[in-house]
Nanobody, 119 residues
């Protein structure tokens, strides 16, 4: 599975951005797509995830502000980010999960896209 992320940039607090991540390769094996972020000096953390059946999960810190969605026809996952805060500044990584516990779960990562929110 290959992941190509785009859409990061510089935005003022209160603004919005939309991240996109296009998946290619063994896309039928993907069980879930998601976004993680890593701020300077901090560990990578889950932002939002969407399963192949459309079930979503958002981190508490972004609930009500960020929305994950997917377009199966385009093999693309999106992260709509509204009401951005300076603490949302981070490198955002697209993630794909394949396999099962019995067969072996694998994680694939995109190249990361920088989101900077100025105060």
């Amino acid at each position: 599975v290959q992941l190509q992320a785009s859409g990061g940039g510089l935005v003022q607090a209160g603004g919005f951005l939309r991240l996109s991540c296009a998946a290619s390769g063994s896309i039928l094996s993907i069980r879930a797509l998601g976004w993680y972020r890593q701020a300077p000096g901090k560990q990578r953390e889950l932002v939002a995830m969407i399963t192949s059946s459309g079930i979503t999960n958002h981190a508490d810190s972004v609930k009500g502000r960020f929305t994950i969605s997917r377009d199966n026809a385009k093999n693309t996952v999106y992260l709509q980010m509204n009401s951005l805060k300076p603490e949302d500044t981070a490198v955002y990584y697209c993630n794909a999960v394949t396999g099962t516990v019995s067969s072996g779960i694998r994680n694939y990562w995109g190249q990361g896209t920088l989101v900077t929110v100025s105060s």
